[in-house]
């Protein structure tokens, strides 16, 4: 069950957007979805979005297949930065429109959501500025019945307020009416208590995928001397994804991938074999790593932005 | 060829497996194979795709009856009240339908996409659009000929093109005769002139098959600009609009022993073909005196059936693999 994304790639012209992506979506889980520009996250979307037509690979909902399957394709919706109505319409009547067209549209809370953003939906769409089409577009997408929904840069033009009603507005989203919600964004700080999984693509490929809640398995800041923070990383072959130096003392984070030599012996909870730490069973990653470090040196889970910039910036 | 044989497998219905999704109910719906560049892709439709299709492309359908319908109660209004005809000119109705039914294919599915309507759905959601556009135009035409016929307006010039043709075919009952009927130029202006009472029939029909045809080729034209992009219409545009006037009028310069004659032969062609699309074939040369047209309905229905069988799978053809791309650099 879920959405299921199987080796998508897609070209314009001899730029390569999605090359081999391959993605699991669970149902009633809010994903983050990072990279830099031209990473791809726009295609991808676009291509569950059903708006764009990948060049190979498939798309499947709850086993069936996406494209071009309209029983499928409307349990899904593209919130980005089109808005599918006429510019010149005003909210309310595009509010209206939605209530025909999608059964179930949840019109209370749309009414919340353009008084939240102060937006006058008497006011036609394109005389709406910047930040307020943008919230109005992905009002709309909020209030929709749909199990999965994609929202494409849902904080461009807003203001730091209004980013910060736009996460709630999700969650709340969200409690209303359970369902997948996928947020590409460059505001990894604004999402961060609202998304549960994250992915991570550069390049048409998929970096990382991880959740949240278990970004201590992937990644760890060491602090103390410089010295004993770079003997332990040499020691345990760690991958170094960002270090910085405060006078003798230095932060280093560091992946936590399964070949490194933190988790032998670290039992993981799991009957595969292998103590390696990788099956999420180690109750408590940060204390193992700690007690291999020793010398000073603190163990704790990086924050999400910091880590996904790292990320990216270390595999470019 | 290769598209025309990859297209038969397009309307292989089947029955789909209901949705199982928790937002919306399964539905049983009919399932098309929808051939594709990995071969694996298929089209679902349903209920909710066609109503949502419908939905905007009434708009256009509307658009185009009411202009069509205030334009020539407009023009027949003011041609009896100043003593000219209008005839319910079908020549800027056909040209009027088939610029609306491409404004209609170009921005249709950029909406409908979006809603979750399948490509199939939106391409024939138009072509259902054209048949109610064409079948309201063709009324209108009907009525606005029998007021003129009523308040008794004169045919005051042949420019209308098509309109003149349905005219001239519905004047004789005898055209539905699969044997063209033969009428010199002088014959043929006495019996306009003479007005005599048009079988009704063959009006709607031919009516209906000019109009049908431009909303077709309207909605190819749609399909193919959107296809193309803004730059490349405008370029595609000025080609035809800039380009072959000036092709025309250099091969009329040319040598008049080489080329010229070829380029007079060739222009010769097409009219020719298109009198033929007209119901019209000419006979003889206009120089020599001896010019006769051949008046019949079925070159027409025949010419209409073709053109718009091409014209809707050239659109579903562009339409298959049409795409809402975000703003991303293309190589």
């Not at chain 1, 959405?3 to 070209?11: H, P, Q």
């Not at chain 1, 010149?88 to 919340?112: H, M, N």
């Not at chain 1, 103590?275 to 704790?300: F, N, Q, T, Y």
């Not at chain 2, 609009?241 to 091969?251: I, N, T």
Request: charged fraction near 20%; include cysteine; charge should be neutral.
């Amino acid at each position: 069950m879920g959405l299921r994304v199987t080796d998508l790639a897609k070209r314009y012209g001899r730029t390569t957007a999605l090359d081999g992506m391959s993605l699991d979506l669970r149902p009633g889980v809010v994903y983050g979805l990072f990279g830099r520009n031209g990473a791809g996250k726009s295609t991808l979307l676009g291509c569950l979005g059903n708006r764009l037509i990948p060049d190979s690979g498939s798309l499947e909902l709850d086993g069936e297949p996406l494209a071009e399957n309209e029983p499928a394709m409307e349990r899904t919706y593209l919130a980005d930065e089109r808005l599918p109505w006429w510019p010149g319409r005003s909210l309310e009547s595009i509010l209206r429109d939605c209530g025909r067209i999608y059964g179930g549209f949840d019109r209370e809370f749309a009414d919340t959501l353009a008084e939240r953003f102060g937006i006058d939906v008497e006011c036609p769409y394109n005389r709406l500025s910047l930040g307020r089409r943008t919230a109005s577009r992905m009002a709309i997408g909020l209030c929709l019945p749909v199990d999965y929904l994609f929202l494409d840069e849902p904080t461009l033009g807003l203001d730091p307020v209004a980013r910060t009603l736009m996460a709630r507005s999700v969650i709340e989203a969200c409690a209303r009416r359970s369902r997948t919600v996928v947020i590409s964004t460059h505001d990894v700080a604004e999402f961060a208590g609202v998304i549960e999984a994250a992915v991570v693509i550069d390049h048409g490929r998929r970096l990382d995928r991880f959740d949240v809640q278990d970004l201590y398995r992937h990644a760890a800041v060491l602090s103390g001397p410089a010295s004993a923070v770079d003997a332990a990383v040499g020691r345990l072959g760690l991958t170094v994804l960002d270090r910085e130096c405060h006078g003798m003392s230095a932060n280093v984070m560091v992946a936590l991938d399964s070949g490194a030599d933190v988790w032998e012996g670290v039992p993981d909870g799991t009957d595969d074999g292998a103590d390696d730490g990788s099956d999420v069973g180690c109750d408590d990653p940060a204390a193992a790593l700690a007690a291999r470090v020793g010398g000073g040196v603190h163990v704790r889970t990086p924050d999400l932005r910091t880590y996904v910039i790292r990320l990216i910036q270390e595999r470019n | 060829m290769g598209d025309l044989t990859r297209l038969k497998g397009i309307w292989t219905t089947a029955e789909t497996k209901s949705a199982t999704g928790t937002g919306f109910a399964g539905r049983r719906a009919g399932v098309a194979a929808w051939p594709s560049a990995d071969g694996r892709r298929r089209t679902v439709v349903s209920r909710r795709g066609w109503r949502v299709a419908w939905r905007y492309e009434m708009r256009f359908v509307i658009f185009i009856i009411a202009f069509c319908a205030v334009m020539m109660a407009a023009v027949t209004f003011c041609c009896a009240v100043l003593g000219m005809w209008s005839n319910g000119g079908l020549k800027p109705l056909c040209l009027w339908c088939a610029a609306v039914s491409a404004a209609a294919a170009y921005l249709v599915p950029r909406y409908a996409i979006c809603h979750g309507v399948s490509r199939r759905t939106g391409v024939t959601a138009q072509y259902f659009g054209n048949v109610v556009v064409s079948a309201v135009v063709t009324v209108l035409l009907a009525v606005v000929e029998r007021v003129n016929r009523a308040i008794d307006a004169m045919l005051a010039s042949y420019d209308g093109f098509c309109a003149v043709r349905v005219q001239e075919l519905a004047t004789y009952p005898d055209a539905l005769a699969l044997a063209p009927r033969y009428l010199d130029d002088l014959s043929a202006a006495e019996q306009g002139w003479r007005r005599n009472e048009p079988n009704w029939i063959i009006f709607l029909v031919a009516a209906f098959a000019f109009v049908f045809t431009a909303t077709m080729v309207g909605q190819l034209v749609g399909e193919a600009c959107s296809r193309l992009g803004a730059k490349r219409t405008v370029i595609v545009l000025l080609v035809f609009v800039v380009g072959v006037p000036l092709l025309a009028s250099v091969l009329m310069y040319a040598n008049p022993y080489t080329i010229r004659p070829v380029a007079m032969r060739a222009f010769d062609a097409v009219d020719t073909a298109l009198a033929f699309t007209m119901g019209i074939l000419q006979h003889g040369s206009l120089e020599g005196g001896d010019w006769d047209c051949a008046f019949s309905l079925w070159p027409l229905l025949a010419s209409a059936a073709v053109v718009s069988a091409l014209c809707a799978i050239g659109s579903m053809l562009l339409d298959r693999r049409r795409e809402l791309r975000p703003a991303v650099a293309v190589g």
